[in-house]
């Protein structure tokens, strides 16, 4: 171990666990990236397989960084030493980081996208195509329910675009398998409340050869389409 984190309090703990628990239900083996220093904040990236993307996660510390942390660590080594009794996490070891974590979106230059639909339109596209998928499934002949089929529909349903923006609805898949796109609390832990005390509100935001699916309770960051050093070719599966 090579450190201890101590966050603002045990919701926070509690947030990072279960963000950490659906990386590791998705791969065993996953890393995370965690970046913090210079503010009372934590930065945990993660690429779940199957998405295609990044997912990001801010959790609040008890005080600002005392020094700065760049590392690669073992999710499921992480998830283990979270203690939400006492707010606090061991930070485990470093491991030899996966090509993802050398290639993070930008920190700033972000600018608001529109065209976004409202979240419970945006929760109603992932249903739908869910849906879509598991219908066309069940209805491929028993000799053509191969891999390859399914994942050749897979990737038309999630290849498809959000509304009027050209987020791929797997961005969107991966924002709601990962808890993103759930129900607002009244306060939440990854973002700053909004005057009058309301969590700020999803938006799409673009730095770059980047786009930012900002959600009150984390982040989904992929290459736009046809843009460099794109994270590789995944296939797309429902939950």
């Given amino acids: 171990m090579t450190g201890q984190l101590r966050f603002a309090d045990s919701g926070e703990a509690a947030d990072l666990a279960a963000f950490l628990g659906r990386l590791v239900h998705y791969d065993r083996a996953a890393a995370v990236r965690l970046q913090a220093g210079g503010g009372p904040a934590l930065a945990v990236f993660g690429r779940p397989p199957s998405f295609e993307v990044l997912a990001i996660r801010t959790v609040r510390l008890a005080a600002l960084a005392a020094l700065p942390l760049d590392l690669t ?46 979240p419970e339109a945006i929760r109603a596209a992932v249903a739908g195509a869910v849906a879509e ?44 398998s990962l808890g993103f796109l759930r129900p607002v609390r009244s306060t939440v832990s990854s973002g700053a409340p909004a005057p009058g005390g309301a969590p700020e509100p999803v938006a799409l935001l673009a730095s770059g050869g980047w786009l930012r699916l900002r959600t009150p309770y984390g982040s989904i960051a992929l290459r736009r389409p046809g843009g460099t050093g794109a994270l590789g070719a995944l296939q797309v599966r429902p939950v």
């Avoid at 073992?74 to 996966?98: C, F, H, I, N, Q």
């Avoid at 499934?137 to 050749?152: G, I, V």
Wanted: glycine share 12%; net charge neutral.
């Fill in 133 to 176: 998928f598991r219908a066309r499934d069940e209805a491929l002949p028993p000799q053509h329910r191969t891999r390859s089929e399914r994942d050749r529909i897979g990737r038309e349903i999630w290849s498809r675009t959000l509304g009027d923006t050209e987020l791929p609805l797997r961005a969107v898949h991966a924002a709601q």
């Fill in 73 to 118: 660590v073992s999710a499921g080594e992480l998830l283990e030493s979270v203690d939400e009794g006492s707010a606090s996490a061991l930070v485990p070891g470093p491991v030899t980081g996966p090509p993802w974590a050398g290639v993070l979106p930008p920190r700033g230059g972000w600018q608001q996208v529109p065209g976004l639909p409202r």
